[in-house]
């Protein structure tokens, strides 16, 4: 059974001597500010990296090594996982269409495993299907793909043997193929999605859930883990997403802007089919490329609008206590547990900054420290840092608003002058 804060609460109050040596504190820690600008027209995988392989002769050559990792999905939460090259996702493999290129795969798993080439139309025998187009890659084998990249897009890489367990675990990565010499994007991002399902105060994934899950990543991160997407007003920016999460589909919204889904893993979409939105579903084992011209300078959220996937382990499960007058229940239990809160009777805005106090290595529910106050999602999200021009690679620090033009409280004159009538403050 899942723990859930309900449980651990329980627990907690059960066991009051133990509190010290199981609790750590969530620190309100500081959001990451929008980083630097980086280059243009690069494909970049933020908190990922991009391997572009090594030429030998006319083949690009690839080296994928299959293996058990250690990784911190945001400061405070660390997994024991499965991935590719020291990393979950694995590495973007970045190639041209029509070169011949060599993959080598190393397992250093405890299991065997194969690597399918998601969205690639290659030959049958390359297409890495355990069991019906090869034989399983043994523990400590060295095996070999090799085939001439088909077609330009944006396509994935996992494992087509035990795939429950080994995406489960974090074994997945993105391919993008470009045409010869195509024009480029000002900025082009990239982003694997995933979900893991974690018991607070624990390190290893459970391949067995079906629901419940409670760490949802972009790149293996989840905020403030999440490295910021930086883009100028007026350029082009491409993001391609791809999701081998195992069970949810992810509608991400971009704040700030138009967009338009360019290509999928089945290829480009013909414009005469292209719409605008703003919100687009990436579902499991697709991809979905979208691109946008921002016009306005600002630092915008990137996030699933799904209101579960921007919290964090700790936001999951709780008792509905809406609206419940917590009575004398509050500082009755802070005699025995002064650390004890009665949460969530009037909503749960802020309650991430509280340094709630939570078990080692597990996140608090949500957020961290913005410039103006805490932010209230964690999880899936990030930001589009928008600047009106980008100068040099200089930090950037949060948007400095113009002034005048950030919400604030109304006055009575403005009030009065507008003939708002307010019968009293909200209790
Ligand atoms: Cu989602």
């Known amino acids: 059974m899942t723990p859930t804060r309900r449980d651990f609460l329980s627990a907690t109050a059960a066991a ?9 504190t969530g620190l309100a820690q500081a959001g990451p500010a929008p980083g630097r600008p ?6 970049h995988a933020p908190n990922g990296s991009v391997d572009q392989g090594r030429r030998v002769g ?3 050559v690839f080296h994928l090594v299959a293996e058990p990792v250690t990784w911190e999905v945001a400061p405070g939460l660390v997994l024991d996982v499965w991935g590719y090259n020291g990393r979950t996702p694995g590495p973007v493999l970045e190639m041209t269409r029509g070169e011949r290129v060599r993959i080598y795969v190393t397992n250093h798993l405890p299991e065997s495993t194969s690597v399918h080439w998601h969205g690639m139309i290659v ?12 034989r399983p890659i043994p523990p400590g084998a060295t095996w070999r793909y090799e085939f001439v990249v088909p077609d330009a897009g944006t396509f994935m890489y996992h494992p087509h043997f035990d795939e429950m367990t080994q995406m489960a675990m974090g074994m997945m990565g993105m391919i993008v193929v470009r045409e010869p010499n195509e024009p480029r994007p000002d900025r082009d991002y990239c982003y694997m999605i995933n979900e893991w399902s974690v018991k607070p105060g624990t390190r290893k994934p459970d391949p067995g859930a079906m629901s419940d899950f409670n760490v949802l990543t972009l790149n293996g991160k989840v905020f403030p883990g999440t490295e910021p997407m930086v883009a100028a007003v007026g350029e082009r920016v491409r993001v391609r997403f791809g999701n081998l999460g195992a069970m949810d589909h992810h509608p991400i919204h971009f704040h700030g802007l138009s967009l338009q889904v360019t290509a999928t893993d089945g290829g480009p979409v013909p414009l005469s089919a292209r719409q605008p939105e703003t919100t687009t579903l990436v579902p499991v084992g697709t991809v979905r490329v979208v691109e946008m011209v921002p016009s306005e300078p600002g630092d915008w ?6 209101t579960h996937h921007v919290m964090t382990q700790m936001g999951h499960g709780l008792p509905n206590l809406l609206g419940v007058d917590p ?3 509050e500082a009755g239990l802070q005699r025995h547990l002064p650390e ?10 802020g309650m991430g900054e509280m340094n709630m106090a939570v078990p080692e290595n597990s996140l608090p529910m949500k957020g961290a420290a913005g410039p103006f106050s805490y932010i209230d999602m964690g999880g899936m999200f990030t930001v589009l840092a928008v600047r009106a021009r980008l100068e040099g690679d200089a930090p950037l620090g949060w948007y400095q608003h113009p002034e005048g033009s950030v919400a604030r409280p109304a006055t009575h004159e403005e009030l009065a002058a507008d003939g708002v009538a307010v019968i009293s403050q909200a209790p």
């Not at 980086?38 to 494909?43: A, S, Y």
């Not at 959220?301 to 799904?306: A, D, E, G, L």
């Not at 004890?340 to 805005?349: E, I």
């Open 58 to 60: 006319r083949v690009r």
């Open 123 to 134: 030959p049958n025998g390359m297409d890495g299907v355990a069991g019906l187009t090869q």
């Open 301 to 306: 959220p990137v996030h699933c609008h799904m």
């Open 38 to 43: 980086g280059p243009r027209k690069v494909l």
């Open 327 to 329: 009575g004398g229940t």
């Open 16 to 24: 009051s001597g133990l509190l010290g040596s199981i609790l750590k």
């Open 340 to 349: 004890f809160m009665a949460m969530g009777h009037t909503g749960m805005g």
